[in-house]
Protein backbone atom coordinates (compact mmCIF):
# COMPACT_ATOMS: atom_id res chain seq x y z
CA UNK A 1 0.00 0.00 0.00
CA UNK A 2 2.57 2.74 1.25
CA UNK A 3 4.46 1.35 -2.48
CA UNK A 4 1.35 2.26 -4.28
CA UNK A 5 0.96 5.69 -2.34
CA UNK A 6 4.58 6.68 -3.09
CA UNK A 7 4.46 5.85 -6.75
CA UNK A 8 1.42 8.29 -6.92
CA UNK A 9 2.79 10.83 -5.33
CA UNK A 10 6.35 10.41 -7.51
CA UNK A 11 3.85 10.52 -10.12
CA UNK A 12 1.98 13.59 -9.74
CA UNK A 13 5.34 15.79 -9.02
CA UNK A 14 6.56 14.74 -12.40
CA UNK A 15 3.86 15.48 -14.18
CA UNK A 16 3.70 18.83 -11.98
CA UNK A 17 7.27 19.90 -13.02
CA UNK A 18 6.95 19.23 -16.43
CA UNK A 19 5.53 22.26 -17.56
CA UNK A 20 8.78 24.04 -16.10
CA UNK A 21 11.20 21.69 -17.66
CA UNK A 22 9.53 22.24 -21.37
CA UNK A 23 8.73 25.57 -20.84
CA UNK A 24 10.70 27.95 -23.23
CA UNK A 25 12.85 30.22 -21.07
CA UNK A 26 12.36 34.00 -21.92
CA UNK A 27 15.20 35.63 -22.86
CA UNK A 28 17.77 38.53 -21.35
CA UNK A 29 16.03 40.95 -23.49
CA UNK A 30 12.45 40.26 -22.68
CA UNK A 31 13.39 40.17 -19.17
CA UNK A 32 14.67 43.26 -19.01
CA UNK A 33 11.63 45.01 -20.84
CA UNK A 34 9.43 43.26 -18.41
CA UNK A 35 11.47 44.83 -15.00
CA UNK A 36 11.38 48.09 -16.96
CA UNK A 37 8.19 48.11 -17.24
CA UNK A 38 7.52 47.23 -13.79
CA UNK A 39 9.49 49.79 -12.62
CA UNK A 40 7.70 52.42 -14.53
CA UNK A 41 4.18 51.22 -12.81
CA UNK A 42 5.91 51.18 -9.55
CA UNK A 43 6.85 54.80 -10.44
CA UNK A 44 3.41 55.71 -11.13
CA UNK A 45 1.77 54.06 -8.04
CA UNK A 46 4.58 55.84 -5.94
CA UNK A 47 3.60 59.25 -7.32
CA UNK A 48 -0.13 58.84 -6.71
CA UNK A 49 0.58 57.86 -2.91
CA UNK A 50 2.96 60.80 -2.89
CA UNK A 51 -0.08 63.11 -4.32
CA UNK A 52 -2.58 61.32 -1.85
CA UNK A 53 -0.29 61.99 1.20
CA UNK A 54 -0.05 65.68 0.45
CA UNK A 55 -4.16 66.16 -0.29
CA UNK A 56 -4.75 64.38 3.04
CA UNK A 57 -1.54 66.24 5.02
CA UNK A 58 -3.45 69.04 3.55
CA UNK A 59 -7.25 68.66 4.37
CA UNK A 60 -6.08 67.71 8.13
CA UNK A 61 -4.07 70.74 8.62
CA UNK A 62 -7.51 72.40 6.68
CA UNK A 63 -9.24 71.03 9.74
CA UNK A 64 -7.70 71.63 12.62
CA UNK A 65 -7.23 75.29 11.34
CA UNK A 66 -10.51 75.43 11.05
CA UNK A 67 -11.46 74.28 14.39
CA UNK A 68 -8.37 76.57 16.02
CA UNK A 69 -10.14 79.66 14.88
CA UNK A 70 -13.46 78.26 15.72
CA UNK A 71 -15.53 80.60 18.26
CA UNK A 72 -15.24 78.13 21.71
CA UNK A 73 -18.23 78.33 24.04
CA UNK A 74 -18.09 77.03 27.95
CA UNK A 75 -18.81 78.22 31.22
CA UNK A 76 -19.45 76.87 34.68
CA UNK A 77 -22.20 77.11 37.09
CA UNK A 78 -22.78 77.06 41.10
CA UNK A 79 -25.38 76.66 43.61
CA UNK A 80 -24.24 76.59 47.24
CA UNK A 81 -25.38 77.34 51.17
CA UNK A 82 -23.53 79.49 53.12
CA UNK A 83 -24.19 80.05 56.59
CA UNK A 84 -21.03 82.09 58.45
CA UNK A 85 -22.90 82.85 61.74
CA UNK A 86 -26.12 84.83 60.96
CA UNK A 87 -27.94 81.66 59.26
CA UNK A 88 -27.63 80.18 56.22
CA UNK A 89 -28.57 81.45 52.69
CA UNK A 90 -28.94 79.90 49.26
CA UNK A 91 -26.84 81.91 46.46
CA UNK A 92 -25.97 80.70 42.62
CA UNK A 93 -23.50 81.92 40.55
CA UNK A 94 -23.34 81.61 36.89
CA UNK A 95 -20.29 82.48 34.43
CA UNK A 96 -19.67 82.13 30.69
CA UNK A 97 -16.88 82.35 28.56
CA UNK A 98 -15.65 83.29 25.16
CA UNK A 99 -12.33 82.39 23.27
CA UNK A 100 -10.69 82.66 19.44
CA UNK A 101 -7.95 81.88 18.67
CA UNK A 102 -6.41 84.80 16.30
CA UNK A 103 -3.55 82.66 14.92
CA UNK A 104 -1.47 80.07 16.13
CA UNK A 105 0.65 82.40 18.64
CA UNK A 106 -2.22 84.91 20.23
CA UNK A 107 -5.81 84.61 21.34
CA UNK A 108 -8.57 86.42 22.50
CA UNK A 109 -11.06 85.96 25.83
CA UNK A 110 -13.62 87.06 27.24
CA UNK A 111 -15.78 85.94 30.51
CA UNK A 112 -18.99 87.30 31.84
CA UNK A 113 -20.44 86.97 35.20
CA UNK A 114 -24.03 87.28 34.44
CA UNK A 115 -25.01 86.20 37.93
CA UNK A 116 -22.22 86.60 40.95
CA UNK A 117 -23.08 84.57 43.98
CA UNK A 118 -26.82 86.35 44.02
CA UNK A 119 -29.02 85.22 46.90
CA UNK A 120 -32.48 83.24 45.80
CA UNK A 121 -35.25 85.81 45.83
CA UNK A 122 -32.75 88.89 45.65
CA UNK A 123 -32.32 89.31 41.96
CA UNK A 124 -31.83 92.87 40.74
CA UNK A 125 -30.87 94.12 44.21
CA UNK A 126 -28.08 92.56 45.55
CA UNK A 127 -26.59 90.85 42.62
CA UNK A 128 -24.15 93.46 42.28
CA UNK A 129 -21.16 91.78 40.23
CA UNK A 130 -22.48 91.37 37.02
CA UNK A 131 -19.56 92.22 35.11
CA UNK A 132 -16.88 91.15 32.21
CA UNK A 133 -14.22 90.24 34.56
CA UNK A 134 -11.83 89.09 31.79
CA UNK A 135 -11.34 90.30 28.22
CA UNK A 136 -7.54 90.03 27.05
CA UNK A 137 -5.58 89.24 24.23
CA UNK A 138 -2.26 86.98 25.08
CA UNK A 139 0.54 86.80 22.08
CA UNK A 140 3.00 83.60 22.97
CA UNK A 141 5.81 82.66 21.24
CA UNK A 142 7.27 86.30 21.40
CA UNK A 143 10.28 86.35 18.63
CA UNK A 144 10.28 82.86 18.53
CA UNK A 145 11.01 82.51 22.09
CA UNK A 146 7.74 79.30 23.64
CA UNK A 147 9.08 80.57 27.30
CA UNK A 148 7.61 84.54 26.30
CA UNK A 149 4.22 86.03 26.13
CA UNK A 150 2.37 88.89 26.71
CA UNK A 151 -1.21 89.68 28.17
CA UNK A 152 -3.31 92.79 27.40
CA UNK A 153 -6.44 93.86 28.82
CA UNK A 154 -8.52 92.61 32.17
CA UNK A 155 -7.25 89.33 33.30
CA UNK A 156 -6.77 87.75 36.91
CA UNK A 157 -3.48 87.06 39.07
CA UNK A 158 -1.74 84.93 41.20
CA UNK A 159 0.24 85.42 44.03
CA UNK A 160 1.52 83.12 45.97
CA UNK A 161 0.85 79.14 45.93
CA UNK A 162 -2.11 78.38 47.85
CA UNK A 163 -4.69 80.98 46.16
CA UNK A 164 -5.24 82.64 49.91
CA UNK A 165 -3.86 86.21 48.65
CA UNK A 166 -4.94 86.42 45.09
CA UNK A 167 -6.06 83.30 42.18
CA UNK A 168 -6.65 83.99 38.43
CA UNK A 169 -9.06 81.64 38.32
CA UNK A 170 -11.31 83.25 41.05
CA UNK A 171 -12.19 86.82 40.22
CA UNK A 172 -10.44 89.23 37.13
CA UNK A 173 -10.76 92.63 37.31
CA UNK A 174 -6.79 93.42 37.07
CA UNK A 175 -7.18 95.98 34.06
CA UNK A 176 -3.21 95.96 32.48
CA UNK A 177 -0.56 94.19 31.10
CA UNK A 178 1.85 91.28 31.90
CA UNK A 179 4.84 90.07 30.74
CA UNK A 180 6.08 86.79 31.01
CA UNK A 181 9.44 84.95 30.14
CA UNK A 182 11.97 82.87 31.53
CA UNK A 183 12.45 78.82 31.10
CA UNK A 184 14.39 77.75 34.29
CA UNK A 185 13.21 80.78 36.43
CA UNK A 186 9.82 82.09 34.87
CA UNK A 187 9.70 85.89 35.41
CA UNK A 188 6.33 87.98 35.03
CA UNK A 189 6.25 91.83 35.59
CA UNK A 190 3.81 94.41 35.11
CA UNK A 191 1.38 97.20 36.30
CA UNK A 192 -1.91 97.74 35.99
CA UNK A 193 -5.06 98.86 38.36
CA UNK A 194 -7.49 96.53 40.12
CA UNK A 195 -9.64 99.02 41.05
CA UNK A 196 -12.39 97.78 38.72
CA UNK A 197 -13.18 95.07 41.38
CA UNK A 198 -15.40 96.41 44.02
CA UNK A 199 -14.78 97.48 47.40
CA UNK A 200 -15.77 94.05 49.97
CA UNK A 201 -18.06 95.87 51.77
CA UNK A 202 -21.04 93.59 51.19
CA UNK A 203 -18.82 90.72 50.27
CA UNK A 204 -20.54 87.10 50.99
CA UNK A 205 -17.64 86.23 53.18
CA UNK A 206 -19.68 87.29 55.50
CA UNK A 207 -17.19 88.53 57.93
CA UNK A 208 -16.65 91.66 55.99
CA UNK A 209 -12.94 92.52 57.66
CA UNK A 210 -11.92 94.92 55.15
CA UNK A 211 -13.13 97.49 52.96
CA UNK A 212 -9.84 97.74 50.50
CA UNK A 213 -8.83 97.40 47.29
CA UNK A 214 -5.63 97.29 45.39
CA UNK A 215 -5.32 100.53 42.46
CA UNK A 216 -2.68 101.28 40.25
CA UNK A 217 0.49 99.20 41.17
CA UNK A 218 3.58 97.18 39.65
CA UNK A 219 4.13 93.92 40.28
CA UNK A 220 7.04 91.29 40.29
CA UNK A 221 7.13 87.55 40.09
CA UNK A 222 9.48 84.69 40.13
CA UNK A 223 8.87 80.76 39.83
CA UNK A 224 11.08 78.15 39.96
CA UNK A 225 10.36 74.30 39.49
CA UNK A 226 13.76 72.72 40.94
CA UNK A 227 12.01 69.43 40.61
CA UNK A 228 8.96 68.41 39.10
CA UNK A 229 7.47 67.93 42.51
CA UNK A 230 7.92 71.17 43.85
CA UNK A 231 7.24 74.88 42.72
CA UNK A 232 8.57 78.04 44.40
CA UNK A 233 7.22 81.42 43.64
CA UNK A 234 8.48 85.07 45.25
CA UNK A 235 6.59 87.89 43.96
CA UNK A 236 6.26 91.45 45.19
CA UNK A 237 3.38 94.05 44.71
CA UNK A 238 3.26 97.86 45.29
CA UNK A 239 0.36 100.68 44.69
CA UNK A 240 1.52 103.55 43.14
CA UNK A 241 -1.75 105.46 43.96
CA UNK A 242 -4.19 104.46 46.78
CA UNK A 243 -6.67 107.74 46.23
CA UNK A 244 -9.76 105.41 46.71
CA UNK A 245 -8.24 102.99 49.15
CA UNK A 246 -8.27 103.24 52.65
CA UNK A 247 -5.19 100.99 53.35
CA UNK A 248 -1.92 101.12 51.25
CA UNK A 249 -0.88 97.89 49.96
CA UNK A 250 3.27 96.90 49.35
CA UNK A 251 3.37 93.45 49.87
CA UNK A 252 6.04 90.73 49.41
CA UNK A 253 5.38 87.57 49.62
CA UNK A 254 7.19 83.39 48.90
CA UNK A 255 5.03 80.53 48.10
CA UNK A 256 5.90 76.88 47.50
CA UNK A 257 3.84 73.90 46.79
CA UNK A 258 5.00 70.38 46.78
CA UNK A 259 3.86 66.37 46.05
CA UNK A 260 4.81 64.48 49.43
CA UNK A 261 3.30 61.29 48.12
CA UNK A 262 1.79 59.41 45.50
CA UNK A 263 -1.40 61.28 46.26
CA UNK A 264 -0.80 64.15 48.77
CA UNK A 265 0.03 67.49 48.83
CA UNK A 266 1.72 70.61 50.63
CA UNK A 267 1.16 74.07 49.84
CA UNK A 268 2.09 77.60 51.85
CA UNK A 269 2.39 81.05 51.68
CA UNK A 270 3.97 83.69 53.71
CA UNK A 271 3.74 87.39 53.05
CA UNK A 272 4.02 90.99 54.69
CA UNK A 273 2.11 94.32 53.85
CA UNK A 274 5.16 97.11 54.54
CA UNK A 275 3.16 100.47 53.06
CA UNK A 276 1.52 100.41 56.58
CA UNK A 277 2.77 100.87 60.49
CA UNK A 278 1.37 97.17 61.28
CA UNK A 279 3.19 95.61 58.55
CA UNK A 280 0.15 92.78 58.80
CA UNK A 281 1.69 89.52 57.87
CA UNK A 282 -0.35 86.69 56.19
CA UNK A 283 0.72 83.21 56.63
CA UNK A 284 -0.95 80.13 54.68
CA UNK A 285 -0.78 76.24 54.51
CA UNK A 286 -2.78 73.40 52.45
CA UNK A 287 -2.54 69.74 52.92
CA UNK A 288 -4.03 68.01 50.46
CA UNK A 289 -5.13 64.44 49.92
CA UNK A 290 -6.17 63.09 46.58
CA UNK A 291 -7.50 65.06 43.24
CA UNK A 292 -10.98 65.95 42.49
CA UNK A 293 -10.98 66.01 38.61
CA UNK A 294 -14.36 66.80 36.97
CA UNK A 295 -13.78 64.85 33.82
CA UNK A 296 -12.97 61.52 36.78
CA UNK A 297 -16.01 60.38 37.97
CA UNK A 298 -16.34 59.67 41.67
CA UNK A 299 -12.48 61.31 42.07
CA UNK A 300 -12.39 62.89 45.23
CA UNK A 301 -10.29 65.49 47.36
CA UNK A 302 -9.81 66.16 51.14
CA UNK A 303 -7.75 69.62 52.22
CA UNK A 304 -6.96 70.73 55.73
CA UNK A 305 -6.44 74.61 56.21
CA UNK A 306 -4.27 76.99 58.58
CA UNK A 307 -4.72 80.67 58.50
CA UNK A 308 -2.89 83.12 60.35
CA UNK A 309 -3.69 86.02 58.51
CA UNK A 310 -3.40 89.77 60.15
CA UNK A 311 -6.01 92.51 59.27
CA UNK A 312 -4.56 94.88 56.59
CA UNK A 313 -2.89 92.17 54.61
CA UNK A 314 -4.80 90.67 52.44
CA UNK A 315 -6.79 93.51 50.57
CA UNK A 316 -10.29 91.83 49.54
CA UNK A 317 -11.74 88.33 49.34
CA UNK A 318 -12.96 88.43 46.14
CA UNK A 319 -9.97 87.80 44.53
CA UNK A 320 -9.01 84.45 46.04
CA UNK A 321 -9.88 80.70 45.52
CA UNK A 322 -9.66 79.74 49.45
CA UNK A 323 -13.28 79.24 49.97
CA UNK A 324 -13.35 79.41 53.79
CA UNK A 325 -12.75 83.51 55.51
CA UNK A 326 -8.58 83.60 55.58
CA UNK A 327 -8.55 87.15 56.30
CA UNK A 328 -8.16 88.62 59.97
CA UNK A 329 -8.56 85.40 60.86
CA UNK A 330 -6.54 82.73 62.87
CA UNK A 331 -7.43 79.06 62.54
CA UNK A 332 -8.11 75.82 61.51
CA UNK A 333 -10.33 74.92 58.04
CA UNK A 334 -11.30 71.71 56.24
CA UNK A 335 -13.23 70.70 52.95
CA UNK A 336 -14.22 67.78 51.17
CA UNK A 337 -14.48 67.83 47.09
CA UNK A 338 -16.35 65.02 45.19
CA UNK A 339 -16.87 64.22 41.55
CA UNK A 340 -20.75 63.25 41.66
CA UNK A 341 -20.74 62.39 37.83
CA UNK A 342 -18.50 64.16 34.91
CA UNK A 343 -18.74 67.59 35.42
CA UNK A 344 -20.53 67.48 38.70
CA UNK A 345 -18.95 68.31 41.83
CA UNK A 346 -19.69 68.05 45.30
CA UNK A 347 -17.86 70.28 47.86
CA UNK A 348 -18.28 70.66 52.05
CA UNK A 349 -16.28 73.34 53.11
CA UNK A 350 -15.68 74.62 57.27
CA UNK A 351 -13.41 77.09 59.10
CA UNK A 352 -13.87 76.37 62.45
CA UNK A 353 -12.60 77.33 66.23
CA UNK A 354 -11.46 80.34 64.12
CA UNK A 355 -9.98 84.00 65.83
CA UNK A 356 -10.61 87.57 64.80
CA UNK A 357 -7.07 88.52 64.95
CA UNK A 358 -8.19 92.67 65.13
CA UNK A 359 -10.07 91.93 68.47
CA UNK A 360 -8.87 88.59 69.97
CA UNK A 361 -12.67 87.58 69.93
CA UNK A 362 -13.83 84.05 68.80
CA UNK A 363 -14.75 84.40 65.17
CA UNK A 364 -18.47 82.56 63.99
CA UNK A 365 -17.82 78.82 62.62
CA UNK A 366 -17.90 79.33 58.56
CA UNK A 367 -20.05 76.66 56.57
CA UNK A 368 -20.15 75.96 53.17
CA UNK A 369 -22.11 73.32 50.94
CA UNK A 370 -22.24 73.44 46.87
CA UNK A 371 -22.45 71.92 43.70
CA UNK A 372 -20.74 72.97 40.88
CA UNK A 373 -20.77 72.30 37.29
CA UNK A 374 -18.93 73.01 34.01
CA UNK A 375 -20.58 73.09 30.35
Known sequence: MKKHVLTCVTAALIMGLSGSVYAAEPTLEEQQAELSALKTRLAVVEKQLKTQEVKQKKTEETIKKSKDNELKFYGDARVRSVDSGDGYSF?????????????????????GIVMNENEMGTTGSKDIYNKIDNAYMQFNNLYGDKNSSIKLGRFGHSFGTTGYWS????????????????KVVKISTGFGDWGGAKDNNSSTDGKRTTANKIEKNVFLKLGYKPSRATALQAWHIRETNADASPVDYEVTGLGFKSDIGKNWSLAGDY????????????????????????????????RLYYADVDKGNVPGTLNKSINIPCNDVKGPGLSLHYVVTENVLAEFLTGFNMEKKSTGKDADNYYRFQVSTKF
Not at 167 to 182: K, N, R
Not at 274 to 290: C, E, N, Q, R, W
Open 91 to 111: EQRVRLNLEKQINKNAFFRVR
Open 167 to 182: SAGSLGMYDGIEVTTG
Open 271 to 302: SKNVAIDDKPVGKFFTLSYGNANYSKEHSYEA
